[in-house]
């Protein structure tokens, strides 16, 4: 009898070790429902100094889409970022829509430029990009295909925390940030949340991460393999614009 149940379990580990990984258990795509990127634009300032202990505290990684025009006076920020293992990506130089958009070259240069003084801050190279004020309608067809060609990865989002005109109303911020993955999570789709260094208090993403771990969302962050979400490449075509 003992020698039968070792024989048995012996099958058992060797089926299990042959079978692929896929058959033994299920993958993680990018875009599933229990993924949460939580993402920053417009850094890195004294203010981001603030959320990052946030997320340290939480243990979540985040994206920050860094303005090239901020980096000079908050390198050390820069590196922190960078040292407690969030991702990086790249939001202009200037984030003036006019000079920006101006021409599909305008737009690229800037990318490179920020780019280059991010690599020449921290050693790290991203072809992650977020153009300001997000791609629709201002990248047109020759915009995008010049980023294409230049390398780069756009990224867009799914939930706008809307926090730059919900200063004074963070309550509102959390609860609507909160429901919109939530919905998104309905949709069967992973949520790209914006928020914004100067905009979003310490506070506010405090409550928003405390309440998604709650509910057993995993947090990731965007990388230069990662298959971008934009508005030109939903994930889901039920997932609107917010």
């Known amino acids: 009898m003992r020698k039968w149940l070792v024989s048995c379990l012996l099958l058992c580990l060797f089926v ?4 692929p990984a896929s058959a033994t258990e299920k993958a993680i795509r990018h875009d599933d429902k229990q993924f949460v990127y939580m993402t920053f634009d417009d850094g890195p300032r004294p203010e981001t100094l603030l959320l990052l202990d946030v997320l340290k505290k939480h243990q979540v990684k985040a994206t920050f889409f860094i303005l090239g025009k901020q980096i000079k006076g908050n390198e050390d920020v820069l590196k922190r970022i960078i040292a407690e293992g969030h991702a990086l990506g790249l939001h202009s130089m200037t984030h003036d829509k006019k000079a920006f958009f101006k021409t599909p070259k305008s737009a690229v240069t800037e990318m490179k430029h920020v780019q280059q003084l991010i690599f020449q801050t921290t050693g790290v190279k991203t072809n992650v990009i977020r153009v300001p004020y997000g791609s629709v309608p201002h990248m047109t067809k020759p915009h995008r295909d010049a980023m294409a060609k230049a390398g780069f990865l756009m990224w867009d989002w799914n939930v706008d925390s809307l926090d730059w005109k919900r200063k004074d109303d963070p309550r509102l911020l959390q609860f609507d940030t909160i429901q919109k993955v939530r919905a998104n999570r309905a949709r069967q789709v992973a949520s790209v949340v914006l928020m914004h260094d100067q ?7 405090d409550y928003v991460l405390r309440h998604l771990k709650r509910e057993q969302y995993v947090f990731t962050t965007i990388t230069d393999t990662t298959p971008p979400y934009n508005f030109y490449n939903k994930w889901n075509t039920n997932t609107s614009r917010k």
């Not at 299990?16 to 079978?19: D, F, T, V």
């Not at 905009?199 to 993403?205: F, K, N, P």
């Open 16 to 19: 299990s070790l042959a079978l």
């Open 199 to 205: 905009s979003t208090s310490a506070a506010s993403l």
